[in-house]
């Protein structure tokens, strides 16, 4: 793949991931739950990321 190309893909799913998670906050961030228990929800979301480092580093011990 050329650099251009490498490039230009890039920037355009950078943008896409900003403005995702942008939109994803504004539109989360109004809901009544959300608001209320932002800390479980928080740890919701660590916890779901950490799911597959524990994954591999179970596979690696077997």
Known sequence: ?????????????????VALGTLAGFF?????????????VVLGIVAVSLIPVLITTMKHKK
């Open 28 to 40: 989360f961030g109004n809901l009544p739950f959300v608001a209320d228990h932002f800390s479980v």
């Open 1 to 17: 793949m050329r650099y251009s190309h490498f490039a230009l893909f890039n920037i355009i799913g950078g943008i896409c991931w």
